[in-house]
Nanobody
């Protein structure tokens, strides 16, 4: 059973930075794509960034390109999201997720394992 635990959320002023971490346990996720999703009040959940199992390929939604960086450390079974130049529009509950083994990192229907989430609030 895969368990994902996010950390690093909090309250920050606009222009500030936060680093989210997603620690996996239960089994190695070396063969699994992973991603960060977010959901703001009254809005649908959206993908923020995704990374292939090797870390060699990444995806970012347009609104965070150039500001956020997704990485993973397979030796530590951990994924990260470095968020810089945060904007009030980034305020949301952020979730990490892992896809089924060998699923493509952009196949959103294959994200089967989810963390509980962490709140990110950006004040103006």
């Amino acid at each position: 059973q895969v368990q994902l635990v996010e950390s690093g959320g909090g309250l920050v002023q606009a222009g500030g930075s936060l680093r989210l971490s997603c620690a996996a346990s239960g089994r190695t996720l070396r063969g699994n794509a992973m991603g960060w999703f977010r959901q703001a009040p009254g809005k649908d959940r959206e993908i923020v960034a995704a990374i292939s199992w090797s870390g060699g390929s990444t995806y970012y939604t347009d609104s965070v390109k150039g500001r956020f960086t997704i990485t993973r450390d397979n030796a530590k079974n951990t994924m990260y999201l470095q968020m810089n130049t945060l904007e009030p529009e980034d305020t949301a509950y952020y979730y990490c997720a892992a896809a089924l083994t060998l699923a493509h990192y952009l196949d959103l229907n294959k994200y089967a394992y989810w963390g509980q989430g962490t709140q990110v609030t950006v004040s103006s």
